[in-house]
């Protein structure tokens, strides 16, 4: 049985002019005699409208219930999705997380696919049915509702092709493929025709909005390859697949970027051991996410000064911890929010030499300054103001030949 997941965003599935779009896609794969699956994402703004109800009720809304209710916005896109195909002469049904049942663990909010209930899909799509299955949702051991956090439609899909065995997974979105920075930023921005898990994955965390690290990282560990493409028009995707399936002589693929970050300097931190790790525990226990960390070398052997990065959301939150921190004494704190983090990405800067080089010079020949910087294996980020962020993409992108 040749099976194929299409999954649909949440702008995808935004009008019900937009649904009758998303059917017409669906039956366009059953011409190729290809057994489809399909995964739902709420309509677009549905489930921020639950969570600002949420908020209304409670600041403190119980987490049983919250899954509960932020799932509600899938089984309405899933219940229009069938009626619409049902209503062109097609068999199809509607598939919440516990229906299938689709199995998680973890946390509500943050749960992971472990289990998926093959049987009576199977059964269905031998009948000649359409599966319209509710994604970014499951039932945990207890039997409660849980949801998958930020992306999670995409996640529900890539496990569902995982367990199905099926030869596609296609993730319907409001672009039509991943692109070599953000198309609106540098309007020479080119789409990539394919990408490796791993740069996929460096982009994600450094910026691009495509897809959610976590989603990639389960395609990755399980081999499933995704194509993205457009629900809006008729145009070839982004593979993202393994290394050896791709050729390229790019050694930088894209340049990604934040603009949400915030910069801290403590100065005049005791230079010994446990130090570091008492400043950022409490970060660690409210769940404020740490980026770049720079440590200057002590000159005296006694103090030393240590600079991170954070999201600007979390900027108040993290002052007020570090004030209150007992364990660890500084002379000042330096915050700047007012910084961008803009990154380079490509597998082929393992091999290649100078390319930390031609970053750096290619910046400083137009003045903007270096504040911060992070590398691993395939990526280079720096730290730079605000105000020079535009203009450092353009170069970047220029210099490694991006735009040909």
Known sequence: ????????????????????????????????????????????????????????????????????????GEQMSCSLISGRLNHLGYKS????????????????????????????IIKYLKSGGIPIIAG???????SRVTTIGRGGTDASAIMLARFFKAEKCIIYTDVDGVYTT??????KAKKIKKISYEEMLEM????????????IQDARLNRIDIEVRSSFKKAVGTIITKRKNILSNKIIRGVSFTKNDAKITLVGVKDKPGVAASIFEPLYKNSINVDMVVQNISSNGKETDLTFTI???????????????????????????KVSKVSIIGVGMITTPGVTYRMFNALAKKNINIIVIS?????????????????????????FNLEN
Do not use: C
Request: no cysteine; glycine share 4%; hydrophobic share 35%.
């Open 1 to 72: 049985m040749k099976i194929v997941v299409l999954k649909f965003g949440g702008t995808s599935v935004g009008s019900t002019d937009r649904i009758k779009k998303v059917a017409k896609i669906i039956t366009s794969y059953l011409t190729k005699r290809y057994k489809v699956i399909v995964v739902t994402s709420a309509m677009s703004g549905v489930t921020n409208e639950l969570v600002r109800k949420s908020k209304e009720i409670s600041n403190n809304f119980i987490a049983e219930e919250y899954d509960v209710l932020v799932s509600a």
């Open 93 to 120: 049904r509607s598939w919440l997380g516990w229906q299938v049942p689709i199995f998680t663990s973890g946390n509500h909010a943050s749960a992971r696919i472990k289990n998926i209930y093959k049987k009576n």
């Open 136 to 142: 970014f949702q499951g039932i945990n051991s207890s």
């Open 182 to 187: 953000d198309p609106n930023t540098i309007r």
């Open 204 to 215: 994600a965390s450094s910026g691009s909005k495509v897809m959610q690290p976590h989603s």
């Open 311 to 337: 999201k600007s959301d979390d900027l108040s939150k993290t002052e007020k911890l570090i004030k209150k921190n007992k364990k660890i004494n500084f002379k000042k704190i330096i915050v700047d929010d």
């Open 375 to 399: 590398t691993s294996e395939i990526k280079i980020s720096v730290l730079v103001s605000r105000k020079d962020l535009n203009k450092a993409i353009s170069i970047l992108h220029k210099e």
